[in-house]
């Protein structure tokens, strides 16, 4: 398909019609012969004189050339482009930083596996993020657990597989008996910044999932989910267990509402391992794969065509002319 991007550029075509009715005859001065019949001549003729100038004659393929080099001069200003099919581009795939408790209290056997077997929340989470990991193909995940002091597992990759040894690898209070949430929400930051620094077109997301309040960190988890919601970074809060628990195993889920809301992101409380399951489902659906889509058209430029066009035209015309011009008449005589 052909268009053109600078569609006024036509409104030029009329142009020379207007110059041939308006701007006077070109005259070209010619040697001539004074002789005193001269105004009895012209009269007899019926032609008006001019001073020493006559006007130039034009034949008719000189006319059929010059409005053609007209034209394609006019399209060439026009800017034609041939648009290639539309092209349909999806950036898939984000950075999600997976936050993980190691913390004593992951060992309780409250929650059941599949075969309604008991099991510690500790291996329900493996199995609830070995099915969220692979529903995000094309995303790059990490990992970060915590216990008395959090640290990076797995910074992040597209290699699933690795990943997924990695989670599998942890232990419960591998990383202490306690609970620093807000140091693990503050890894978590610093490894999103060292990665995609503070660009804000980058989708910064980080889940965190723990069973007990925070015990033992040197940065609260509010002040951290503020530092977070400053640089971009969206936190969703997953709590497992039960509210009935007491000490440092209770779930304050005040803190876990209000890390999740100033971040933008959204505070979950799993009591089962099906909730659990359900939680990462609406996870999946509130940070989709596909997060931008956009249509584009690519043109290769034509404007060299008509010029090329008029280039080749008038090289012919100069050929064939001076062809004539010097071709020998027959039956010349000397």
Known sequence: MIS???????????????????????????????VPFFNVLVNELGIKPQPGAQTARVIRPQKAIIAF???MLVLAAAKPVWMLDPQTYERSGRDLMLVVDL???????????????????????????????????????????????????????????????LLHQTEVAMAGESTSLGDAIGLGIKTFLEESGDSSNQEKV?????DGNDTDSLVPPID????????????????????????????????INQAAALTGGEAFLAMSAESLNDIYVVLDELEPKLFESFTYQQSVSLHYIPVIAIFLLHLCFVIVMSIRRNRPKIGAQV
């Open 4 to 34: 053109f991007e600078v569609l006024e550029a036509l409104w030029l075509l009329p142009l020379p019609l207007f110059v041939y009715k308006l701007a006077p005859s070109y005259l070209s001065r010619q040697q001539a012969i004074k």
């Open 69 to 71: 080099g007209w034209l």
């Open 206 to 210: 980080m889940i965190v999932l723990t």
């Open 103 to 165: 913390s004593g209290s992951m060992v309780t056997q409250d929650f059941t596996d599949e075969f309604g077997q008991p099991q510690t929340r500790l291996d329900s989470a493996k199995q609830v993020l070995k099915s969220f990991s692979q529903r995000r193909e094309g995303d790059r995940l990490g990992l970060i657990l915590f216990g008395d002091s959090a640290f990076l597992q797995s910074p992040f990759t597209l290699d699933h597989a690795a990943w997924l040894e």
């Open 224 to 255: 951290a989910a503020k530092v977070a919601a400053a640089k971009g970074i969206r936190v969703h809060m997953v709590a497992m267990g039960s509210l009935a628990s007491s000490g440092d195993e209770a779930i304050d889920m005040d803190v």
